[in-house]
């Protein structure tokens, strides 16, 4: 299958967390709150289940962009896993920057399990981000590029 | 290598009308592991899950993706299924192709691709999923209810009946909440007090119910089926097991100048005081802010008094810690504060006042002992006008976005009251729109227009004009005669929005119970779980989670009951099995662990570890799968990378990042 | 203390007195109005169109001037007040009228709403305090009934001016007690008082100030004050209640004790 | 796209205001001063601008008789600001060549002694180009 047109089509992962970004990403199907098919999300219980491990392990496999989404603060499930998910993202996001993953390729955003348009729009934004970006060059295996 | 079984859904026409699913079909069986790959129209039909039954007993699967709705929809529909054809539970795992793909996308080609993607990640994470066995946990059979309102007082008296103790907290001195202060209800314009008073003793006598008032939760700790909860009992000043209620005290207490809360400040009370007279329990409390013996340590009128010797002034707070199965969240609301509303000059005059402000003055028991009038001169009025909307359906940051639902009708039932008790005074609402939809609620408000001639007018006042002589200009749009009237007035009544009582975020956050954007507690499912909190043994009674009338209170309250019996009647409840698990062999004893752990969870023990043969005692984590409610923490904190979380584990959500970037 | 200064066209021609009794006030207060070199006209009115920016230059200019002496930017005229703050909340918020006026003025460094925009009352009351002014006050105006005409301009937008409550400001009261007055609150001291449809509709905004006049009367005020030239002007048209309309410039340098200096 | 459509889009941009968060409660209309002396009333202004009648709207002596006094705007509780949608139909018509709400020479007869400065900057602001 091929696209149909020239453009470029990036990769995008979106980790969001059971309790609240999943429901509300739920909420934007639900509601057709449209955004482009190149974010797939992949579901985790808390957004401090996400190991820096896995959005580096993204950027070597060819994403252009990953975007990480918990509850907001003071409203996790687990009382305080955003907040730990929010330092380590910090850190991790300026060493990116650091060795030439822009900061435009990475973010955090809290979307409440009753923000279906705050997460379309917020898709919507980041792959218009990533879209201006263009491709991920640094940190991709060239073994993972066809 | 798993055998692995795909099950691709077509939903009627909302997956199948926009991913080409036999397509889906066709691509998922070039994964690895997969030996089966069929779609059918609704795979959560019965006929659906007898399809997924019958592959794994003929191709032996030992994992299967269901491409479908959300798993929040549908997962453990599946995983019933699958366990029912004898495959663990957790072998089961859900592409969502509809939320996270058909309803977004329009372009068929490019969402069958995404849902190929979607497809692959699930089989690669099935494809080291483990069979997962639940564990157990004992079930306390006692509910805690916060909040002793009219949802409080129902949702307790229904788990009781049920056979299951009960205990009620209640911040105020006395239960009974904002229904005690209504003067009468609609549509059926019975007095508040009259049915409402019968529930209170029926509560307080109930041998399951305890009742704290004057009480706060402090702390919350553990989870559904076992909570452990620390109750403040605020230091009453009062000895509740001497005191018989005569009331000496109240009438004696020289400090009298306290503005009544219960009447919404509109007059004041003593000292030492019970909230109103029907108060339960009929123990007063000391304010030890307003006591001159408090403040100046120069008084103590009441303890002379008592001759019951109730008064204690050496009373300190009090923390009951008691353990409960389920909790019922019942906090209820209050009118928001005006102070964004000027124009309608509510701070600049005393005859602008809320709905909430009229029900006091029109209750036989309030600050004008029910005689209508103005809070000024105490003049009886001839012209009042009632304003709507007054901080609902606000998107301004000024108020509130949503409705608040009930002051079309208590607008209706007051000008109604007001024109049947006091022909002479003329009633004027102006409204934006008439919202009148519940029984016989449609029929009232049209009462209120055709027989006691209530002028309704359509439009939003603008401006509040107070004049020199003491009357309200009250400048306004009528909207169907295209002008702009300006109507003098002896008083003016705001339909004031309201909002979920303040305390109800510190108490959400204890309970890690989810709030929206308006301080309404969420529900599980908006339409299907409507009082079950998403937290486990978490219910919800009342305004708390969303605006609602007293008969609606009612019913929800009684819902949130049988959940929570639902809840208490079982003996044992499974835990989750996704739960945190150290690999003793790469664990080093750190304690990160356990201090990113919000539940305790992880404890260490000295053990003979077996390492490649090397026999040796070393400090290990262990988890206490009862306690770990499985986020994950902890294995982003592990230095060493030992800990893992079963059912998410790093290969697992790796092997999906894999397959969504390959 | 020392504040950059923005007069505006009126304060230099028909309003005079309101320019020099606040000079002679500062400096009885001790702080210092240094006066925009080569300041233009702000335009009178705020230019609503977001795609207007030729118009908001002038604000910048004054704005940037401040922010390169490391000042406050003070004005004395509501209208020069509501027109620069307006403008330095588009610089400091929109990031389409900040690139646009920044190509436009070609600076050094570019404006982004770095300038503190203050009116003189806000001085009086954020920064002198006014519990100070109290204490400096040699004269005061006590026993005479005031009513603080506000009008549009200094109040709303609530959200962007950040003035005071829009639709209950105390500010001006405050001003009064502070000299020892007493304030009289009257509803329609936020009213408009036609603005500019006075030079054309003269009838419609006579009876608008008719109206303010009336309501202040009624509610006992002796006399209005006002921060603005134009509705002064307006005011004065109208011969409801004899209510005299002073700047509150002129009362506070007379309550300080400065007011013969100025003549 | 029509003209009609095209000039209403031209107001939507100009005053950056969506007229769909209209919720039709005439708040705006109750607390316009000018009220009496506008023909289309400010809550009306809106429903124009969202049904696309700008002609109207240009030909309305509503433009000439808002005081952007922005007491409609404060009070708002949809945040639709109808005084900016005003301006911005007034813009449309003094942005069109020949078209002015102030003509130069009315204006000598328009003035007395004590006219300040403010007075005519701002008149010319809003009613010309």
Known sequence: MSIKNEEFRP????????????????????????????VKIIRVPCSCRVNPMFILRAFEKGADGVILCGCHPGDCHYSTGNYYARRRMTLLFSMLDYIGVENGRTRVEWVSAAEGVKFSQTMNEFVEKIRSLGENVRLGDLRCKN | MQRIGVFVCHCGSNIAATVDVKKVVEMVQMEPGVVHAEDYQYMCSEAGQAKIAAAIHEKNLTGIVVCSCSPRMHETTFRTAAERAG??????????????CSWIHKDMEEATKKAVILARAAIAKVNLNTPLKPGESLVTKRALVIGGGIAGIQTAIDI????????IVEKTPSIGGRMSQLDKTFPTLDCSACILTPKMVEAASHEKITIYTYSEVDKVSGFVGDFTVDIRKKARSVDATKCTGCGVCQEKCPSKKAPSEFNRGLNTRSAIYTPFAQAIPNVPVIDRDACMKFQTGKCGVCEKVCQAGAIDYT????????KYGAIVVATGFDTIKLDNYDEYAYSQSKDVITSLELERIMNAAG???GHLERLSDGKHPHEIVFIQCVGSRCSDDRGKSYCSKICCMYTAKHAMLIRDKYPDVNVTVFYIDVRTPGKNFDEFYRRAVEEYGVNYIKGQVGKVIPQPDGKLLVQGSDLLDNKQILKEADM???????????????????????????????????????????????FLSGVCQGPKDIPETVAQAGAAAVKAIGLLAKDKLMTNPCTAKADELMCNGCSTCANVCPYGAISYEEKEINDHGIREVRRVAVVNNALCQGCGACTVACPSGSMDLQGFSNRQIIAEVDAICR | MKYTYYPGCTLKTKATDLDAYARASAKALGFELEEVENWQCCGGVYPLGTDEIASKLSSVRALNEAKEKGQDLVTLCSACHHVIKRVNNDMKNNADIRTRANNYMQLEEAYAGETNVLHFLEVLRDKVGFDTLKEKVVNPLTGKKIGAYYGCLLLRPGKVLGFDNPENPTIIEDFIRAIGAEPVIYPYRNECCGGYISLREKEMAKNMCDKIKESAAGFGAEMLITACPLCMYNLNKSDEAALPVYYFTELLAEALGVKEEVV | MSHANNQAEKIKAISGVNPLKC??????????????????????????????????????????KC???????????????????????????????????????????LLDSEVPQQLLVSAFRRYRR
């Open chain 2, 87 to 100: 495959l663990n539970p957790y072998m089961v795992e859900i592409a969502n192709l509809r939320e996270h």
């Open chain 1, 11 to 38: 990769k995008i992962v979106a980790f969001c967390c059971n309790w609240c970004s999943y429901a509300g990403a739920d909420l934007a199907g639900s509601s057709r709150l449209a955004y482009p098919a190149d």
């Open chain 2, 492 to 538: 003016v009544v705001l339909a004031t929005a309201i909002e979920p009582e303040a305390s109800v975020r510190k108490i959400a956050t204890m309970l890690t119970a989810s709030i929206d954007t308006n301080n309404f507690l969420t529900e599980a499912h908006p339409k299907l779980r409507p009082v079950e909190s998403p937290t486990a043994g978490v």
């Open chain 2, 315 to 322: 009373q300190k707070d009090e923390i009951v810690t008691q």
């Open chain 2, 367 to 369: 600050p004008t002992k």
């Open chain 4, 67 to 109: 005081l952007s006094c922005f007491a409609c705007v404060e009070r708002c509780p949809r945040d639709v600001q109808p005084g900016r949608l005003i301006d911005a139909a007034r813009q449309i018509v003094v942005r069109t060549k020949g078209q002015t709400g102030l003509a130069p020479e009315e204006i000598p007869e």
């Open chain 4, 23 to 64: 919720m039709k409660c005439g708040k705006c209309s109750a607390t316009c001063p000018a009220f009496n002396e506008m023909d289309i009333k400010p809550h009306q202004f809106v429903s124009y601008v969202q049904n696309g009648d700008i002609e109207a709207l240009a030909n309305s002596k509503s433009l000439w």
């Open chain 2, 160 to 167: 009781a009946d049920a056979g299951y103790e009960v205990d």
